[in-house]
């Protein structure tokens, strides 16, 4: 016999201090997924620099990618893609687990260790980032 | 407990589609960022060692293949996220068309911009 669980609208932010570690995790998991599909489409204009760069002028790639290393701003903001790309990776691992029926009863101590883990992740990451922009 | 909060139609096509990409885009992010932060710093890319990296059969091939499943993943991932929040009827198929059509306009320029990181020209 199945039960039904009412988790209430995980929509609704206004209750946000009620909410339970697997709504914050669908909560962060979206809002992730959001800026890495944002992050892909502004990707793939600024590498569109490579088709003029194929056709002789290879400056407009180079010049383009080295000038955005080059602002703080760019090295900060690529910490904070680490930090939602690592973050989906691993609470996306968590959910096939999860999906696979592995680790049911110990989803809020998983979602506890993803994101201590990308917080792990990203601050030995730091220096590696913004080596240079300083 | 076993509450699970998920935007999608449980064991459906999209919904397995949707673990077979991550699965690869995992393995394949990780590499990307390695490669391009760590063993390549990203701010010492030129136009030549991309070139050099994009010639290779097998590293093209992943890329463009990276390409399509991020670009599935991420518009399947849009796609049900907005039906989840109550998207329905007509606005629901506009929706769908239009991240249908990003989707492959995604997909036909980044495939541009993999050949033209080749060599090729790829110009209009």
Same mark, same amino acid.
């Given at each position: 016999?199945?039960? &039904? ?21 669908? !909560? ?31 400056? /407009? ?5 080295? &000038?955005?290393?080059?602002?703080? /701003? ?23 687990? !999860? ?10 101590? &998983? ?10 992740? /990203?601050?030995?990451? /730091? ?8 | ?19 077979? $990409? ?23 890319? $030129?136009?030549?060692? $991309? ?50 059509? @990003? ?10 911009? @993999? ?10």
């Amino acid at each position: 016999m199945s039960q &039904s669980y009412d988790r209430g609208l995980v929509e609704d932010f206004g209750r946000w201090q009620e909410f339970s570690a697997g709504m914050w995790a669908w !909560v962060l998991h979206k809002f992730t997924g959001w800026v890495l599909i944002g992050y892909l489409f502004t990707h793939i204009a600024v590498l569109s620099t490579a088709i003029p760069a194929a056709t002789g002028d290879p400056a /407009v790639y180079t010049g383009t990618l080295q &000038s955005l290393e080059e602002l703080t /701003v760019v090295r900060i903001l690529e910490v904070g893609l680490l930090s939602v790309a690592v973050f989906h990776i691993l609470n996306g691992v968590r959910l096939l687990f !999860v999906d696979l029926g592995v680790g049911l009863g110990s989803q809020d101590r &998983s979602f506890y260790a993803s994101l201590v883990l990308t917080g792990a992740i /990203v601050v030995a990451s /730091v220096p590696t980032f913004i080596s240079g922009a300083f | 407990m076993a509450e699970r909060y998920s935007s999608f139609e449980p064991k459906g096509t999209r919904w397995f589609l949707q673990r077979i $990409t991550a699965g690869f885009l995992i393995v394949v992010l990780a590499f990307h960022f390695m490669l391009l932060h760590f063993v390549n710093h990203a701010y010492e890319i $030129t136009f030549m060692g $991309t070139q050099a990296r994009m010639s290779q059969i097998g590293y093209f091939a992943t890329m463009v293949l990276f390409l399509g499943t991020a670009t599935f993943h991420g518009v399947n991932g849009v796609y049900n996220a907005l039906v989840n929040q109550g998207l329905s009827g007509t606005r629901k198929t506009a929706v769908k068309y239009t991240l249908v059509g @990003a989707g492959l306009l995604l997909t036909v320029q980044g495939i541009r911009v @993999a050949l033209a990181m080749t060599g090729m020209n790829v110009t209009l």
